[in-house]
């Protein structure tokens, strides 16, 4: 089967309705996915999904955007949540430097209280990172995280790629791997290690090509598993059997 390592069913868009898009997804041979949390409303949307859906694990956490909301209760509410038998990771967290809507500094603070949290909770670690790599190296070597980690979207260099493998963590890619302008982004699936990688939709966003502008669904992460196994050579059910592997050795699903 696909595992879908990041969905986001918790999004306003697809929330009541993912009943049938998880019905779409395992006609294509879509089998489990892992929903992403982004806030409080989000990590308990999640857990929800999670306990209504025998397909469904959830992660909890807050994204870089809401950093300015972080605090002590929120970080309670973090652990009572992560008690939830079906929550496998903590994210996505990380730092986003494109809209900036949480001060730098900010965070850059909370990223590390978070990782110290997850490390505490022992859940693996989804990472959001855009427009941030050189901090973004600095944290992760600064404050190892204990368990198992990945940069989920990948956008980076090839450089960039090597220096978070060589950190230990998974390399996930999207939908824009199937992009037309994708050169350099398709240069870094051909180098990643092929233990290290996982494949998502981060839907509702990113829809891969032929459907780019639609609103994404899990059952579309076939699209992008097929891109990287065009990209490395490999056999499509060769490389569904390693995906699986990896993405349940990460989730421990």
């Not at 806030?39 to 909890?60: F, R």
């Not at 963590?169 to 791997?177: E, H, M, N, Q, T």
């Not at 870094?188 to 290690?193: A, G, Q, S």
């Amino acid at each position: 089967m696909w595992i879908d390592t990041h969905v986001h069913l918790n999004d306003d868009r697809l929330y009541e309705q993912a009943q049938n898009i998880l019905i779409r997804a395992q006609a294509d041979n879509v089998g489990l996915v892992v929903n992403a949390a982004y806030d409080l409303e989000s990590s308990i949307k999640g857990v929800d999904l999670a306990n209504t859906y025998d397909n469904v694990y959830t992660a909890v956490g807050l994204h870089p955007h809401d950093a300015k909301d972080y605090g002590d209760a929120f970080k309670d509410e973090m652990r009572r949540l992560a008690s939830q038998e079906k929550v496998v990771a903590y994210g996505e967290i990380g730092l986003d430097y494109h809209y900036d809507l949480s001060p730098r500094e900010v965070q850059k603070e909370v990223f590390v209280d978070q990782i110290r949290l997850a490390n505490e909770l022992s859940l693996p670690v989804i990472i959001h990172n855009r427009e941030s790599h050189g901090d973004m190296l600095e944290i992760l070597r600064e404050n190892p995280i204990s368990g198992n980690a990945v940069m989920h979207c990948f956008s980076g260099s090839v450089e960039f790629m090597r220096e978070c493998v060589k950190l230990g963590l998974y390399i996930s890619f999207a939908g824009p791997v199937t992009f037309k302008n994708a050169r350099k982004l398709r240069e870094v699936v051909l180098e990643t290690p092929l233990d290290r990688i996982m494949v998502e939709t981060d839907c509702p966003y990113l829809t891969p090509e032929p459907y780019r502008g639609k609103t994404n669904e899990p059952r579309n992460v076939a699209l992008v598993a097929e891109k990287v196994g065009e990209i490395k050579g490999i056999p499509l059910e060769e490389l569904e059997r390693v995906l699986e592997a990896n993405s349940r050795k990460f989730f421990n699903i």
